[in-house]
């Protein structure tokens, strides 16, 4: 039967509960439809919670996680719970009432990794389900320490790799860059976390900075920062002059006697007399020996000779003349190749030479073991003979053999991408497994051992050589020199042609730079060695539309000074001369081991000199502009290109420094891009004169 409203007496506080009232007592078809039912105590009524959304949707496991959760009809104080895929059920450690839309509740820490629900109780009993999900789970850990991932050189491969695992110690799979970049040609492989490619071109050492986030597979990520070094490739070079030799004995095997290279950067001093040997390997007397070499003409050779008859000449039609270039000569061999033309192939830099000079044309023969790699060979590296040698006049750089492995050209050098006729060195330290057991590596790095070998092999002991002959000068940055193309024969060039010597009692003459600037300031030095000579040496700088410059004549006054009010001369009695007229006691005099500082400022148009670090007629080379105290002044646009120039008369003598001193500074000071080494420091916004600054200011 219908229950029916009882008017007379209300039912008492707490009378009728959930445990008082059977299953099923109550159900629709026992209400009156047309009954009215009223509580005097509190309304039977409430609203269910929605539920809309969730942050973060990652828990840590290591750290209590705040669960910041929004939706509607939420009443406090709410319960909360995480509910797994599993049907596993976590209470919200704290739950925060903040309005009927928004409640915080804390996922604890210790629970099972896993996905999670949250479910929403108001304490009225009514629920809500959300339809997202909570990961609960570690975050990838870096395997991988941050910071430096490798220091590499210029042109050399990359290959390197960072690893993040994920919380069942699995690697992750998913890696990005998401901050700085990689270094142009080097990518990284974004499943496996490799980096690899070859490393690009720089002028200078320099560090990429990137941030690499690892992702695992509850899309869990985790960034940590890395970086790359790639090093600019820095050449030095070694210079042979005054009989210096270096020399060294072949162990008494052989890697392969047929199959091998040798290669080696030259720039070149003289331009005139012997060429000199570049190196030669005697295998016990002069009838048996391999030797590398300019001849009287200065064209490049190659000369095999075996029991004292002509195995192998090949004499380059090239004539290696110019003593402001830096050259690479290489030659490929393998005497196994059944075409004699591809037995011994020379390259000049970078490209094969395929005709010869008359009179040098002769390959060796097919197989043929050649002395250079032979056995208890005797190496020397700057002159042809053992005997009554011709010593090499030049620079060298990158000097290399290899025993026993065949190579290409570009294993030792390449073509620049911006300028593809220009060929340029490449570092060849990845060749140290193919050095064979002759095979040698000269870099010249070490100024106390300038022979030692950086394959690991053995050393070359060293004649006529110190630590100052090691130089900066390089074919990746050129430096000035004088030039002996310039002078007549009253100078005779020394040290590499900065040692400037009069030779003449009657008569004195000039001689000028292998380099010119238009725009710029420049810095050089010039060491006093022997003065006092009537007024000589002269300081000197020039323009290229003077009358003198490079007509090389000699006698009469012959000096810079004598043309134009550009040029001028600094002289040992402290006059100055320019345009042809004298001012005397215009500035100290200078003598033996002074040094005369040279400051050109191209770009306002003004020369200044120092004595000893001191500015004559208190000049002022940072006055721009005003030029206070200049030797001499001009209108830019009215010259043409400058640079530093010399007279010398007598035996009077001055030792140049344009960067790469052939004597011991008390200490070296480089210009602001750290090039050059001088005794005092270049004034502000004033570089060496080399190629590299050349290209940024000149």
Known sequence: MAIQKTPRNAIKDNAITSAKIEDGAITAVKIDPSATITNTKAAFTATQPSYSSLTPSLADPNNATAITITGANFISMPSVDFISSTGALVKASVVSFTSSTEIVATFPTGQTAGTYKVRIENPKGLACLSTDTITYSIAPAWSTSAGSLATVVEGDSVSVSVLALDDDSTAVTSYAITSGALPSGVTLNTTTGLISGTAPQVDADTTYNFGIQATDDESQQTTREFSITVQDFSIVSCQFFNNTV????????????????????????????????????????????????????????????????????????????????????????????????????????????????????????????????????????????????????????????IDGTAKVIGDFGEFDTNTPSIWKPKSVSGLSGDKGVNG?????????????????????????????????????????????????????????????????????????????????????????????????????????????????????????????????????????????????????????????????????????????????????????????????????????????????????????????????NSSDAADANGYGAFEYAPPTGYFALCTKNLAEYG
């Open 246 to 401: 270096m020399k060294r004995t072949n162990a008494a095997t052989s890697t392969n006697q047929k199959t091998g290279v040798f290669s080696t950067w030259i720039k070149k001093c003289n331009v005139s007399g012997t060429g000199g040997g570049i190196i030669s390997g005697w295998a016990g007397s002069s009838s048996n020996a391999t030797i590398i070499y300019f001849d009287g003409d200065h064209r490049l050779c190659f000369y095999e000779v075996q029991s004292g008859s002509t195995a192998a000449f090949l004499r380059v039609p090239n004539i290696f003349k110019d003593p402001t270039a830096w050259y690479h000569i290489a030659y490929l061999i393998d005497t196994t190749q059944a075409t004699a033309a591809d037995r011994v192939k020379c390259y000049v830099n970078g490209t094969q030479i395929t005709s010869f000079h008359s009179g040098g044309t002769t390959q060796p023969a097919q197989d043929l073991t050649l002395k250079i790699f032979a056995e208890s060979t005797s190496l020397d590296v700057g002159q042809d003979t053992s005997g009554s040698p011709h010593h090499l006049n030049a620079y060298l750089a990158e000097t290399i053999l």
């Open 440 to 664: 040698f590596y000269l870099n010249f790095k070490d100024s106390a051992n300038l022979g030692n070998c950086a394959f690991d092999g053995t050393d070359f002991t060293e004649t006529n050589l110190t630590a100052t002959d090691q130089a900066a000068d390089n074919p990746t940055n050129n430096f000035c020199t004088m030039n002996p193309l310039t002078n007549g024969s009253y100078i005779t060039l020394t040290e590499g042609n900065l040692l400037v010597t009069g030779n003449s009692g009657t008569d004195q003459a000039s001689i000028y730079g292998t380099l010119s600037a238009k725009s710029g300031k420049w810095y050089a030095e010039a060491k006093i060695t022997v003065g006092g000579t009537d007024s000589y040496p002269l300081v000197c700088i020039s323009h290229i539309n003077d009358e003198q410059y490079g007509s090389a004549t000699n006698g009469g006054n012959d000096d810079p000074g004598r043309y134009n009010t550009a040029s001028g001369c600094y002289r040992a009695n402290g006059d100055k001369r320019s345009n042809n007229v004298t001012t005397s006691s215009w500035g100290n005099t200078f003598d033996d081991d002074d040094i005369i500082s040279i400051a050109i400022d191209c770009d306002n148009g003004a020369t200044y000199v120092a004595k000893n670090g001191s500015w004559e007629n208190s000049g002022d080379p940072t006055s721009g502009g005003t030029k206070t105290g200049a030797l001499v002044t001009w209108t830019p646009a009215n010259e043409d290109m400058s640079t530093f120039s010399d007279s010398q008369y007598n035996s009077s003598s001055s030792n140049w420094n344009f960067g790469c001193p052939t004597y011991a």
